[in-house]
């Protein structure tokens, strides 16, 4: 079983930028579909950013043209870049591997808490 350790949050501006990082064990997740979600108080957790196994990827329309999903598989590690965010972007941001439909695989991690404030 993959367990995974998401990092990198804070507090950010308007318009400012994060990179986070989400660590597996194992180098199984290397093989798998992988995501980035989050969950806003109050909401729902949702996929904002799947990266395929064969490399191809998709955005939620929210984050489209902001955000960029990759993998360094020599680390066994999934990063998120955030560009241009936004407050509505404030959310606790979660990692997983998934399915082609994005339903995630193994026990969440932690989460890293993402604020954008000024």
């Known amino acids: 079983q993959v367990q995974l350790v998401e990092s990198g949050g804070g507090l950010v501006q308007p318009g400012g930028s994060l990179k986070l990082s989400c660590a597996a064990s194992?180098?199984?997740?290397?093989?798998?579909?992988v995501g980035w979600y989050r969950q806003a108080p109050g909401k729902q957790r949702e996929l904002v950013a799947h990266?395929?196994?064969?490399?191809?990827?998709n955005y939620g329309d929210s984050v489209k043209g902001r955000f960029t999903i990759s993998r360094d598989n020599a680390k066994h590690t999934l990063y998120l870049q955030m560009n241009s965010l936004k407050p509505e972007d404030t959310a606790v941001y979660y990692c997983?591997?998934?399915?082609?439909?994005?339903?995630?695989?193994?026990?969440w991690g932690q989460g890293t808490q993402v604020t954008v404030s000024s």
């Open positions: 194992g180098s199984s997740f290397n093989f798998y579909h």
């Open positions: 990266l395929f196994f064969g490399g191809d990827t």
């Open positions: 997983n591997a998934n399915t082609l439909s994005g339903s995630p695989l193994f026990p």
